[in-house]
């Protein structure tokens, strides 16, 4: 399995990105998929996750400004994200379940909001 993850950058405080994660195969449609964060210094953290009926999950910080979606015949997901705020800066990273575990990552995509 294959994760290729675009749309990170740079965007103002306030600003919105929306990140694209593209899952090779079709095990994308099947599967949980994620989207966590890593800062410098700081531990991976899980910021959404969707599974293959649509359901969703975020985390404390993030409720009600990023959107997690996806496309099962695309074997894509997405992490819309807005009021985006400069301590969530970080490099994120879309992510597979198997058997309940995160198994699979894509390369990561840094997300930079800075004024």
């Known amino acids: 399995v294959q994760l290729v993850e675009s749309g990170g950058g740079l965007v103002q405080p306030g600003g919105s990105l929306r990140l694209s994660c593209a899952a090779s195969?079709?095990?994308?449609?099947?599967?949980?998929m994620g989207w966590f964060r890593q800062a410098p210094g700081k531990q991976r953290e899980l910021v959404a996750s969707?599974?293959?009926?649509?359901?969703?999950n975020y985390a404390d910080s993030v409720k009600g400004r990023f959107t997690c979606s996806r496309d099962n015949a695309k074997n894509t997901v997405y992490l819309q994200m807005d009021s985006l705020k400069p301590e969530e800066t970080a490099v994120y990273y879309c992510?597979?379940?198997?058997?309940?575990?995160?198994?699979?990552w894509g390369q990561g995509t840094q997300v930079t909001v800075t004024s």
């Open positions: 195969g079709s095990i994308g449609s099947i599967a949980t």
């Open positions: 992510s597979l379940q198997s058997r309940s575990i995160w198994s699979y």
């Open positions: 969707i599974t293959p009926g649509g359901t969703t």
